[in-house]
C-alpha cells in the first residue's frame, strides 16, 4: 500500500532539497518513490506545483515518436511528427499522474505566501534512516495517510530536527 506524507516548510528550496534528497534515497533503493510534488504559494497566494514529471513533455515527445513512425508509412514524416507532438502533448497535459492535483491544491491553500508544502507518494513503508534524513531539513507535517504509530514517529523526527535547527524545545504531539 502507498504511503502519502505532505511536509509543510518555510521556503520552496527547503521543500526542494527534501525532494533532491527523497529522489537521491530512491536512487539508493532506500525508498521507492511513486511521486513527488513540490506545492509553492505564490505572492498572490496561489499554489503553483512543480511536479516530478512533466507529462506535457513527456506527452509530446511520445506523440512525436509515434507520429514520425505513422508518417513514414504515408510518405509525410514531418507532418506526422507535428500531428503527433500536439496529440501527445494535449494527452500529457490532460494526464494526471500520481497524486491528485486538486487535493494537492486543497491542501496547499493552508500555505502562507512564500511557503512551500513536499507531497511524497511512496510505494514501500518509510524506514527509520528515510523518515531520519527528511527530518534533518526540518518542516512539518502537515498530513499523512500513516498509521497513529508511525505518523508520531514521522512528528518526533521532525521535532528533534526542529530541536537541533533552533536549539529550543519542540512541542509535543499525542
Same mark, same amino acid.
Given at each position: 500500500?502507498?504511503?502519502?506524507?505532505?511536509?509543510?516548510?518555510?521556503?520552496?528550496?527547503?521543500?526542494?532539497?527534501?525532494?533532491?534528497?527523497?529522489?537521491?534515497?530512491?536512487?539508493?533503493?532506500?525508498?521507492?518513490?511513486?511521486?513527488?510534488?513540490?506545492?509553492?504559494?505564490?505572492?498572490?497566494?496561489?499554489?503553483?506545483?512543480?511536479? @516530478?514529471?512533466?507529462?506535457?513533455?513527456? $506527452?509530446?515527445?511520445? %506523440? !512525436?515518436?509515434? #507520429?514520425? +513512425?505513422? *508518417?513514414? @508509412?504515408?510518405?509525410?514524416?514531418?507532418? $506526422?511528427?507535428?500531428? %503527433? !507532438?500536439?496529440? #501527445?502533448? +494535449?494527452? *500529457?497535459? @490532460?494526464?494526471?499522474?500520481?497524486?491528485?492535483?486538486?487535493?494537492?491544491?486543497?491542501?496547499?491553500?493552508? +500555505?502562507?505566501?512564500?511557503?512551500?508544502?513536499?507531497?511524497?507518494?511512496?510505494?514501500?513503508?518509510?524506514?527509520?534512516?528515510?523518515?531520519?534524513?527528511?527530518?534533518?531539513?526540518?518542516?512539518?507535517?502537515?498530513?499523512?495517510?500513516?498509521?497513529?504509530?508511525?505518523?508520531?514517529?514521522?512528528?518526533?523526527?521532525?521535532?528533534?530536527?526542529?530541536?537541533?535547527?533552533?536549539?529550543?524545545?519542540?512541542?509535543?504531539?499525542?
Amino acid at each position: 500500500m502507498s504511503e502519502l506524507i505532505v511536509i509543510g516548510y518555510e521556503t520552496p528550496e527547503k521543500a526542494e532539497e527534501a525532494r533532491s534528497d527523497l529522489m537521491t534515497m530512491s536512487g539508493e533503493y532506500l525508498v521507492d518513490v511513486a511521486d513527488a510534488v513540490v506545492a509553492i504559494a505564490d505572492a498572490d497566494g496561489k499554489v503553483k506545483l512543480n511536479q @516530478l514529471v512533466n507529462m506535457w513533455s513527456a $506527452g509530446a515527445t511520445g %506523440g !512525436a515518436f509515434w #507520429g514520425l +513512425l505513422v *508518417g513514414m @508509412l504515408f510518405f509525410n514524416p514531418l507532418l $506526422g511528427v507535428a500531428v %503527433g !507532438a500536439g496529440a #501527445g502533448a +494535449l494527452s *500529457g497535459a @490532460l494526464t494526471d499522474y500520481g497524486i491528485n492535483d486538486d487535493f494537492m491544491k486543497g491542501v496547499g491553500s493552508v +500555505l502562507q505566501p512564500g511557503q512551500a508544502a513536499l507531497f511524497m507518494m511512496i510505494r514501500t513503508n518509510a524506514s527509520d534512516k528515510v523518515i531520519e534524513r527528511l527530518g534533518e531539513h526540518g518542516g512539518r507535517v502537515l498530513r499523512t495517510n500513516l498509521d497513529t504509530d508511525a505518523e508520531n514517529h514521522l512528528r518526533r523526527a521532525f521535532d528533534e530536527a526542529h530541536k537541533a535547527e533552533s536549539g529550543a524545545a519542540a512541542p509535543e504531539h499525542a
